[in-house]
């Protein structure tokens, strides 16, 4: 199999192509949410509109891992930074 057929690469792609700047997250994580009900997981959304899972593991004595990352991307095009950084 190609690295570019991979399943995980295909996800990423679906992903990446739904619009979701800052503050407009939702059309994605309704997107996210409905991916891991049909894979059999029950996720959760917060007042903020995150969404989290629980995975639980195999085994009980290995530490809790925590995976987080962001769903939203630059809503507007960058035609500068100031010096101190900001756009």
Partial sequence: ????????????????AVPSPSGREHQLADIIRHKLT?????????????VFVRFEGQEPNY???CYASHMDEIGFM??????DGSL
């Fill in 38 to 50: 049909g894979w059999g997981y029950l996720p959760e959304v917060d007042g903020a509109g995150n």
């Fill in 78 to 83: 960058v035609t500068r930074v100031h010096e």
């Fill in 63 to 65: 530490p809790l891992v």
């Fill in 1 to 16: 199999m190609s690295h570019e057929n991979h399943p995980a690469i295909t996800l990423f792609k679906e992903l990446l």
